[in-house]
């Protein structure tokens, strides 16, 4: 619990909202509400296509301790809008995620689960519990690239006066998607990057496009220098995110699927996900995450026959990775367009985007 009853560090407790946005002391709740002043009069925000708003600009030292928000549980907007955050100054953002995957779900949809990182409500209520030092500043911005507009809830809790080293690592995620990605080819959690950090997690969404078992790729490292061989090697999909035989749909804190229609062997759309907190992945100076396209069809009645049977095959997957990387960092690979992350996702069910915020 991190020394909780311990009273004299000196630290500050803060929060930001549409109520507080700048997060000031004694400045929470001035909007007023037909109830009259401080009664409910801003706790939210209709977002329009194409609009970017900024949910908070703190000044640190600082530590971002929890993230919640709450939008229409509809998968082209979930995907379709996007959470940037921006360390230190620096002009190109460290985090650059769709709504639902940064909050560790893939396919802009999910059944409730809680992990050491996220929770999720059934109603779509949605936290991030990863702790996100900086020490000059930090800037939180929501852009939505969909087609419409959606109402949008939002709270940010911080401390202020948290004493960091210069070279703490600052929280990194990146979004990726191959629909569909290439036979032979592995597809990339995370692209290679250069310089210190700390691997944490990734979530990882597959809509497969075979009736077949889709999951014997294999997870790979590439650690401080490795090319053709890979110094961390898995055995699996479902095996990296702690499963086997299969995929379950089995929601733990450190791995699983929280997502898994069928059985997961058969077309549906599978959200599973892994988290290094017990187990980090340090680099020093450069690291590249994959993996395999890897499928398996047939009878094993030994390993023999068991390798015989794989064979490379073509999916849609995405992936979401998270990492704690020094500033100044490099500028992301770009981030798919919203077209591209929204294609082929849940048809027939996108619903209203402005649903009775009352019920």
Same mark, same amino acid.
């Given at each position: 619990?991190?020394?909780?009853?311990?009273?004299?560090?000196?630290?500050?407790?803060?929060? =930001?909202?549409?109520?507080?946005?700048?997060?000031?002391?004694?400045?929470?709740?001035?909007?007023?509400?037909?109830?009259?002043?401080?009664?409910?009069?801003?706790?939210?925000?209709?977002?329009?296509? &194409?609009?970017?708003?900024?949910?908070?600009?703190?000044?640190?030292?600082?530590?971002?301790?929890?993230?919640?928000?709450?939008?229409?549980?509809?998968?082209?907007?979930?995907?379709?809008?996007?959470?940037?955050?921006?360390?230190?100054?620096?002009?190109?953002?460290?985090?650059?995620?769709?709504?639902?995957?940064?909050?560790?779900?893939?396919?802009?949809?999910? $059944?409730?689960?809680?992990?050491?990182?996220?929770?999720?409500?059934?109603?779509? #209520?949605?936290?991030?519990?990863?702790?996100?030092?900086?020490?000059?500043?930090?800037?939180?911005?929501?852009?939505?690239?969909?087609?419409?507009?959606?109402?949008?809830?939002?709270?940010?809790?911080?401390?202020?006066?948290? $004493?960091?080293?210069?070279?703490?690592?600052?929280?990194?995620?990146?979004?990726?998607?191959?629909?569909?990605?290439?036979? &032979?080819?592995?597809?990339?959690?995370?692209?290679?990057?250069?310089?210190?950090?700390?691997? =944490?997690?990734?979530? =990882?969404?597959?809509?497969?496009?075979?009736?077949?078992?889709? #999951?014997?790729?294999?997870? $790979?490292?590439?650690?401080?220098?490795?090319?053709?061989?890979?110094?961390?090697?898995?055995?699996?999909?479902?095996?990296?995110?702690?499963?086997?035989?299969?995929?379950?749909?089995?929601?733990?804190?450190?791995?699983?699927?929280?997502?898994?229609?069928?059985?997961?062997?058969?077309? #549906?759309?599978?959200?599973?996900?892994?988290?290094?907190? $017990?187990?980090?992945?340090?680099?020093?100076?450069?690291?590249?995450?994959?993996?395999?396209?890897?499928?398996?069809? &047939?009878?094993?009645?030994?390993?023999?026959?068991?390798?015989?049977?794989?064979?490379?095959?073509?999916?849609?997957?995405?992936?979401?990775?998270?990492?704690?990387?020094? =500033?100044?960092?490099?500028?992301?690979?770009?981030?798919?367009?919203?077209?591209?992350?929204?294609?082929?996702?849940?048809?027939?069910?996108?619903?209203?985007?402005?649903?009775?915020?009352?019920?």
């Amino acid at each position: 619990m991190q020394d909780l009853y311990k009273l004299s560090g000196g630290l500050v407790s803060r929060s =930001i909202c549409f109520e507080n946005p700048t997060g000031a002391k004694g400045a929470g709740g001035a909007a007023a509400s037909p109830l009259g002043p401080g009664r409910k009069g801003d706790p939210a925000r209709l977002v329009a296509p &194409g609009e970017t708003v900024e949910l908070a600009n703190i000044t640190g030292p600082g530590t971002i301790r929890h993230i919640w928000a709450t939008m229409p549980p509809v998968a082209k907007a979930v995907r379709g809008a996007v959470i940037r955050i921006y360390w230190e100054g620096q002009d190109h953002a460290s985090v650059e995620a769709p709504v639902g995957d940064f909050f560790g779900f893939a396919h802009g949809k999910t $059944k409730e689960f809680q992990t050491a990182a996220h929770s999720v409500g059934s109603a779509q #209520g949605m936290n991030c519990w990863l702790h996100m030092p900086f020490i000059k500043s930090a800037r939180i911005t929501l852009s939505n690239e969909s087609a419409k507009p959606f109402p949008f809830f939002y709270q940010i809790d911080y401390t202020l006066g948290d $004493k960091h080293e210069l070279n703490v690592g600052r929280l990194h995620i990146h979004f990726r998607r191959e629909n569909t990605t290439k036979a &032979g080819e592995d597809f990339e959690i995370l692209p290679a990057r250069k310089g210190r950090g700390c691997f =944490i997690g990734t979530v =990882i969404g597959v809509r497969p496009l075979g009736a077949s078992w889709w #999951g014997e790729g294999e997870v $790979k490292f590439y650690l401080d220098g490795d090319r053709e061989l890979p110094t961390i090697c898995g055995t699996g999909a479902e095996d990296y995110v702690g499963l086997s035989w299969g995929l379950q749909e089995n929601a733990f804190l450190y791995n699983g699927a929280s997502l898994c229609e069928r059985d997961g062997s058969d077309t #549906g759309f599978i959200s599973m996900y892994r988290w290094h907190m $017990k187990d980090p992945i340090y680099w020093e100076t450069d690291i590249r995450v994959t993996m395999q396209q890897i499928g398996h069809e &047939g009878p094993s009645p030994n390993l023999e026959a068991y390798k015989a049977n794989l064979f490379e095959r073509e999916d849609d997957w995405s992936a979401t990775a998270f990492w704690y990387e020094a =500033i100044p960092s490099a500028p992301l690979p770009p981030l798919a367009t919203a077209a591209e992350r929204s294609r082929d996702l849940w048809p027939g069910l996108d619903g209203a985007l402005e649903p009775d915020i009352g019920s």
